[in-house]
């Protein structure tokens, strides 16, 4: 898979894509992460990016010109699947959207910062966006960042156990059981006795009865998004 990410400020991405499974999967090929700025792009001599708002107001716009010269750059050299702008009115990310993303090849990705981008990028260039949640972000970066993290942990052969990415909560609409280590005492707290049992059998209906357990106390509708799924 090839993630391309269009941002101002690409030395904030060194760490989160530089450590743990992140890197492994780059490591190991199974992604590439490309990381390009905009202000590379840009026609003037003073690698200007943002301008003063329309019809006044508060804050800055990230420039049509120089994300248009970035985009349609990138676009001649790679026919991207999907063009993302992070944005908080976008649709909110999902474990069921991660999903379907990890099936792509060449996504691209845009961060806006300061007030935002033209509009007119958004109308002509971007094929879909995604908000991370319901609070505004300084910038796109963290949020690209958490969208590649949420993807990429997904690709075959980045996790050890293929299967611990699908024992994850939000798999089917469950939240996650209760998970322990070593020790199975410590401090007179036990770990249950079926996890030490051995049978097989029992454990993996006892881990099903826990997630329903949590999926009902802690976030019940995700158990009416299951229902209506099937
Ligand atoms: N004025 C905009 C917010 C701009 S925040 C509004 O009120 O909708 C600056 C940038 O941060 C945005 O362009 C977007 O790329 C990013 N951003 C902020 N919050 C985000 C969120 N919840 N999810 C994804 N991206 C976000």
Redesign the pocket.
Known sequence: MEIDILTLFPEMFEGPFNYSILKRAREKGLVNINLYNVRDWTADKHHKVDDYCFGGGA?MV?MVEPVVRCLEDLQSRTKYDDII??????EL?TQRIANQMSLQQNLLI????????DERIRERFISRE???????????EM?AMVVTDAVVRLLPGVLNDETSALSDSFQDNLLSPPVYTRPAEFRGMKVPDVLLSGNDKEIVKWRHEQSLERTRKRRPGLLDDQAKSF
């Open positions: 804050g990230m702008y992070m944005s908080p009115d976008g990310l845009l961060c806006g910062h300061y007030k935002g981008i995604i908000s991370i949640g319901d609070y505004v972000l300084s910038g796109g949020a």
